[in-house]
Every structure is written in structure tokens, then in C-alpha cells.
């Protein structure tokens, strides 16, 4: 009975480690791909594309290269989903706000001062309290259990709710605010990719356990209704975060998109996990991890303006 209980921590902590790597790796390629899409972006307004407007930076190599890199990086969270629960992947993308706003200073000449360099500094002091202190969720192993997870009322109507706010976004604010405000287009991805976190998790629990245990996960329809779920809401967070990142600068979209996208992820794996399993005072230093990183990203926001694109 020892020996068994051992063997399962031990494989327990490998899973953890091998999840917390990969999201950790993902920070870091997601963090690299904006200032490459950046730059591409950037490229192509010279070459008279307006801002915000068309789809002439997919001629560009430069923005080919940040979208590659952030594909391997979402490939590396879809993997990290696999292994442990979103309240300890989603919060470890502060790494790609301290990336992104390093690399940014140094390649597109966007100045960090001591105020973005101490904001970078509470994201990943924030991230780390999360990280160690984060409540157990429950999880899914087969696309049947993620079935009974995902038809529940309740995550019935939250998942209704971000689509209607979404295409209130869209459709009404977009057009009208969309150029002045930089929430509007963080808010549609936020939200979106929230529901494709959701999704991208089952996908891959299932996928390790038909790898794992050589039970099929791939003769049930509904997976297939995950993929085409997933790849909607993945490609729809990533043409509106593109929308963002053309019309502000990078060092205030990714921060802003990272708290939103971290807020509305957590609360919609709780409402599809019914909640987390865990003290009182677990959830208040999460909480209390979370509002420091939301201080770090507050010091990064204004550290500079926002330089609109030529």
C-alpha cells in the first residue's frame, strides 16, 4: 500500500512537472511571437496598409514567424492543459508579458523603464504565489466525462452569455470604438479563449488517456464536436487579438490581454468544474497572487503611452 501510494505521488509530481514546463515554454514563444507579429505589422503600414485594416500582413514573413511561434507556444499549452488544471497553466502566461515587454524595448524600441521593469518584476512574484498555492480543480480523463461537465446548465448559459457579449463587442462597439479603445477587441479574445481553453483541456485529457490506456476517445461524435469547437474560438481570439495588436502598442495589449484573458479563463474552468476544491485561505492567496500580478500589469500600462501606428 506504501509502495503503491508513493509510486502515485511520484507520477503525480512528474505530471505536474512536465505541465508546468510546458506552459512555462509556452510563456516564453507566446512572449517572442508578439513583438514578431508586431514587426510584421509594422512592415506592412509602412508599405501602405492602413491600421486595423486588411490582411496584407499575411504576405509577411516577419509576421509568418510570430505566428509560428505562437502556434508551437498554444501547442505547448494545449499539451500543459493535459497534464494540470487551467488555475496553474493560465496564470504562468505573465511570463509572456515580461517577454514580450523586454523584447519589445529591445526590438521595436519601446522604452521600459524602472516602472514596466518592476511591474514585470509583481507579474511573475504574482504568477509564483499562484503557482504554489493554487486549489485542486476537478478533472476530466475521457471526452464522456467532459460531455457531463459541458452540458451542465449552468456552463450552458455562461458559455451563451460570452457569445452574446462577444457579438455585442463585434458588431456594435467594434465599429464604432474599436480604433479608441483597445478593451473591446481584448475583451472578444478574452473571452473567446476562455471557452477554448475549456475546450482545448478536454481535447487533450482525453487524447493522453486513449495514448496512455489505449482506450478509444475517437469513435465518440462529441469529440469531434470539441475539435471544431476549439478551432473556432482559437481562430476567432487570435483575428481579434491581431485587430489589438495592429492598433496599440504591444506592451499595453499583451498585459491588458493577459489579466482579462486570466480573469475570464478561471472563472469559466470554475464554473465548468463547479468550483475548486480547497481552504479559505488557499483561495484568498491566489487571490491575493492574482491582484499583484493585476499590480505589476497596472505599473506596465503606465509606464508609456500608447504610441499610435503610423
Not at 461537465?149 to 462597439?173: C, E, G, N, R
Not at 483597445?182 to 495514448?211: D, F, P, R
Not at 472563472?267 to 488557499?282: E, P, R
Request: hydrophobic share 50%; aromatic share 12%.
Amino acid at each position: 500500500m506504501l509502495g503503491s501510494s508513493g509510486g502515485t505521488d511520484d507520477s503525480n509530481a512528474t505530471t505536474k512537472i512536465v505541465g508546468l514546463s510546458l506552459a512555462i515554454g509556452s510563456g516564453f514563444l507566446i512572449g517572442a511571437s508578439f513583438v514578431f507579429k508586431k514587426k510584421g505589422l509594422i512592415n506592412c503600414t509602412k508599405h501602405g496598409m492602413l491600421a486595423g485594416e486588411g490582411y496584407d500582413y499575411l504576405k509577411s514573413f516577419m509576421w509568418w514567424t510570430g505566428m509560428l511561434m505562437m502556434v508551437v507556444g498554444e501547442v505547448c499549452n494545449f499539451v500543459a492543459y493535459a497534464f494540470v488544471q487551467p488555475i496553474l497553466v493560465t496564470p504562468l502566461g505573465a511570463l509572456s508579458v515580461v517577454i514580450c515587454a523586454i523584447l519589445s524595448s529591445i526590438f521595436l524600441r519601446e522604452r521600459l523603464n524602472l516602472q514596466g521593469k518592476v511591474g514585470c518584476a509583481q507579474c511573475i512574484i504574482g504568477a509564483t504565489i499562484i503557482v504554489l498555492h493554487a486549489p485542486e480543480q476537478a478533472a476530466v480523463k475521457t471526452i464522456e466525462e467532459f460531455k457531463h461537465y459541458m452540458i451542465q446548465p449552468v456552463f450552458l448559459v455562461w458559455t451563451a452569455i460570452i457569445i452574446l457579449v462577444s457579438l455585442v463587442l463585434v458588431f456594435k462597439a467594434g465599429p464604432k470604438w474599436g480604433k479608441q479603445h483597445m478593451m473591446i477587441y481584448i475583451s472578444v479574445c478574452s473571452l473567446i479563449g476562455s471557452l477554448s481553453v475549456v475546450a482545448t483541456q478536454g481535447l487533450g485529457a482525453a487524447i493522453v488517456h486513449n495514448i496512455s490506456t489505449g482506450e478509444p476517445q475517437f469513435n465518440n461524435w462529441f469529440t469531434y464536436f470539441v475539435i471544431v469547437f476549439m478551432v473556432i474560438t482559437l481562430l476567432t481570439e487570435i483575428n481579434y487579438l491581431n485587430k489589438a495588436l495592429n492598433l496599440f502598442n504591444t506592451a499595453m495589449v499583451t498585459p491588458s490581454y493577459y489579466v482579462t484573458f486570466t480573469s475570464t479563463t478561471i472563472i469559466t474552468s470554475a464554473i465548468f468544474y463547479q468550483g475548486f476544491h480547497a481552504s479559505t485561505v488557499a483561495i484568498i492567496t491566489v487571490c491575493f497572487g492574482f491582484l499583484v500580478i493585476c499590480g505589476g500589469v497596472l505599473l506596465l500600462q503606465t509606464s508609456k503611452p500608447v504610441v499610435p501606428l503610423p
